[in-house]
């Protein structure tokens, strides 16, 4: 990526850490597949970094 992207990619990033409880439970879920796609090592760090900023997403409930 240029130096560009990797920059709007990084604030993007953050913002959505920012507003991660916010977000709809299906786009957490989205984001979280997409950002740890062939990443697997890294899952359990990235899911408790989210976990520990916002506690009400440790077990939400699902809809329906």
């Not at 950002?35 to 506690?55: F, I, N, Q, S, V």
């Amino acid at each position: 990526m240029s130096n560009g992207v990797d920059h709007f990619a990084s604030l993007l990033g953050r913002a959505a850490l920012d507003v991660w409880g916010d977000i709809p439970r299906d786009i957490q879920e989205a984001l979280f597949e997409t950002a740890m796609k062939g990443r697997d090592t890294e899952r359990e760090e990235l899911a408790r970094l989210l976990h520990e900023r916002h506690p009400r997403t440790l077990h939400p409930s699902r809809p329906g």
